[in-house]
């Protein structure tokens, strides 16, 4: 079973499944097998492209590009949307070994090689935003800025969710699941979609493609990704930062957001007042001003 429209992090973080170690410090040859990701570009060839990454994990690219805030945004530059490994339309992953962080930070560093081009904007949503500062961290001189919306906790083990908070009574009635896909929250639940939402009729504001889910590639990720803390390489990271969240985003809970954007160095920090885990869908306008207005801003050199 998949989601309708697959759209946020994987549920597992907030079961507090904890396991002690860090990211690898090494830096191994992007891409050894030759493989490359199966990836779209909207909009205006331009220097440095945007590349968004979407959630999951497990999910393609599909639901992410279908939200309404690129229309407008590409009108001015290009925009990049792939298929993480094992998802979609790009290589299978071969065994547990391709279903890791690392795998996806080399992934994107091969793919931002197939682009020729020497530096990207990077976008991340919800799990994608995992990814981008763990690619960030390892390649900051290959990121010209770095956009975070929703994003899971650099240190998933210690993520926050409002489910149960801002919906008890909803939450109380999901059976339990104790599987391993239950216990990293790769489930096929359509009623956390429904609370991920500010207004629920925003939900009709993303059309198309709802794409496909892989509960093996998030069961395996997400086991990985529990290792993970970021926090210490964030704290040392140059790279020009905006951190957006929905205030009332039961996925990711503002704090957060609000930890990632103290943690970076002058990070900056936008809260969407109408917007749960998706404010490129329910404040597209605003997402795509406020964004636009990041990335044409001053860039480190």
């Not at 931002?112 to 995992?130: M, N, T």
Request: with cysteine.
């Amino acid at each position: 079973m998949t989601f309708r429209k697959p759209r946020h992090l994987v549920l597992a973080l907030c079961l507090g499944l904890a396991v002690p170690g860090l990211a690898s410090a090494q830096q191994p040859a992007p891409d050894p097998e030759g493989e490359t990701l199966y990836h779209v570009a909207i909009g205006t060839p331009g220097e440095v492209p945007l590349v968004a990454v979407n959630g999951g994990p497990g999910f393609d690219h599909s639901y992410l590009v279908n939200a309404p805030a690129w229309k407008e945004m590409s009108a001015r530059r290009q925009i990049i949307f792939y298929d993480q490994r094992g998802t979609g339309k790009s290589p299978p992953a071969r065994g547990p070994g391709d279903m890791t962080v690392d795998r996806m930070v080399r992934d994107l560093e091969a793919l931002r090689q197939q682009l020729k081009v020497e530096r990207i904007d990077l976008l991340g949503h919800s799990f994608g935003g995992i990814i981008s500062m763990a690619y960030a961290a390892r390649y900051p001189r290959h990121v010209a800025h770095l956009v975070l919306v929703g994003s899971g906790a650099p240190k998933p083990a210690e993520h926050e969710f409002l489910f149960d908070k801002l919906y008890p009574e909803i939450v109380s009635a999901i059976p339990p699941d104790s599987s391993p896909a239950g216990q990293m929250g790769c489930i096929a639940i359509d009623t956390y979609d429904r609370m991920s939402y500010y207004d629920q009729r925003n939900r009709a504001l993303e059309s198309g493609d709802a794409g496909t889910f892989s509960q093996e590639v998030c069961t395996e990720v997400m086991l990985d990704a529990m290792k993970l803390d970021l926090y210490p390489a964030l704290a040392r990271l140059d790279v020009p930062t905006l951190v957006i969240n929905g205030r009332f985003d039961a996925n990711v809970s503002p704090t957060v957001a609000y930890k990632i954007s103290k943690t970076i160095p002058g990070a900056r920090l936008v809260y969407f007042e109408r917007s749960g885990h998706s404010p490129q869908v329910e404040e597209p306008e605003k997402f795509a001003l406020e964004v636009e207005r990041f990335l044409d801003g001053g860039v480190k050199k």
